[in-house]
């Protein structure tokens, strides 16, 4: 992924009104991110634990998008698994977020939003590569597939979410 400035990812939301964007805590972190090592930026928002958001490269242009977790009875319990990494973790490790139809028409009036298992943490690049551990209780499983081919996967798994959210 390509080193984007904080106008950039506030200007990419897809699924917000500007207001919503601009009041959007981005991470602190930004200039010091190894942004060669990232598919896609995720974070929770500080303060506001219901709240994600992701920016990523998609059918080439940079669309963000906004989360919202949803509540799930019985949480804490056991453990899952992330759709997009494939990562399994303790139960609060995975969460389901949800995220509203960008645009108007037909389709996001029949369906409003989109919803995805991911870490919770949304470092999903991070736990592909093996740059970040699972918290104890979960693990990557054992595959055939090399790391390029992982990386390729998770890319899909995204963009298959994206693609619901932005079309």
């Known amino acids: 992924m390509r080193a ?10 897809v699924n917000c ?8 805590r981005l991470p602190r972190e930004l200039a010091e991110l190894d942004w060669a090592g990232l598919d896609f930026l995720g974070w929770r ?3 506001a634990p219901d709240r994600g958001y992701l920016v ?9 998008v906004a989360l919202r977790l949803a509540q799930r009875p019985g949480a804490g319990r056991g453990g899952a698994m992330c759709s997009i990494c494939l990562t399994a973790h303790p139960a ?4 389901l ?11 996001a009036e029949e369906y409003a939003s989109a919803g995805e298992y991911f870490c919770s943490d949304l470092a999903c690049p991070l736990y592909v590569r093996g740059r970040k551990r699972v918290a104890a209780g979960g693990a990557r499983m054992t595959e055939s597939l090399d790391a390029e081919q992982r990386v390729a996967r998770m890319r899909a798994n995204l963009a298959g979410f994206l693609g619901r959210v932005v079309r």
């Open 4 to 13: 984007l400035t904080e106008a950039e990812i506030r200007a990419s939301f």
């Open 45 to 47: 928002e500080p303060g």
């Open 97 to 107: 977020m949800t995220a509203r139809r960008a645009g108007r028409g037909a389709a």
């Open 17 to 24: 009104t500007k207001g919503e964007a601009s009041r959007a």
């Open 92 to 95: 609060s490790g995975v969460a």
């Open 56 to 64: 990523a490269e998609f059918e080439g242009r940079t669309v963000g």
